[in-house]
């Protein structure tokens, strides 16, 4: 779950910024700065994952409305602005099934993110873009 809420999060940041002009949400984003150059790489501009990049935090990459973690791929389908709120859903792919997903997300700052969902089970987690 934890490689699938970043995927889905950074989808759901892009494409809102592109409507409602909020802060560009396109990079490389993660729950532990500390550990941005153990996870990505980045190279003629593109970030991508490092091998074994999962072995160190929960990560993701957003370009334009496409977000991958390390085991999936989502394109946002369709997102609803709520104030600060934005829901989203998703269908994601892990290479074996797509499933659709919902989640909520909270821009709390320029570079910093808060995405939950409530089902299956509620998460709540957070997010900082790395400064790559």
């Known amino acids: 779950m934890r490689a699938l809420s970043p995927l889905v999060l950074l ?3 892009l494409t809102q910024s592109a ?7 396109n990079g490389a984003w ?4 500390s550990a941005c150059s153990q996870i990505f790489t980045k ?12 072995l160190h935090a929960g990560g993701l ?6 977000i991958t ?15 600060p709120n934005v829901q989203v ?15 909520d997300v909270k ?10 969902s409530k089902k299956p089970v509620p998460v709540e987690m957070s997010y900082v873009r790395c400064p790559m």
């Open 11 to 13: 989808a759901l940041l």
């Open 19 to 25: 409507s409602t002009e909020a802060a560009d949400l």
């Open 30 to 33: 993660t729950d532990d700065t």
């Open 43 to 54: 190279e003629n501009d593109k970030f991508a994952f490092k091998q074994d990049a999962d």
């Open 61 to 66: 990459i957003v370009h334009g409305n496409q």
């Open 69 to 83: 973690g390390t085991f999936q791929k989502c394109t946002v389908k369709s997102l609803h602005v709520d104030g």
């Open 89 to 103: 859903i998703a269908p994601c792919s892990d290479g074996v099934a797509v499933s659709n997903v919902a989640y």
């Open 107 to 116: 821009i709390s700052g320029e570079n910093s993110i808060t995405l939950s």
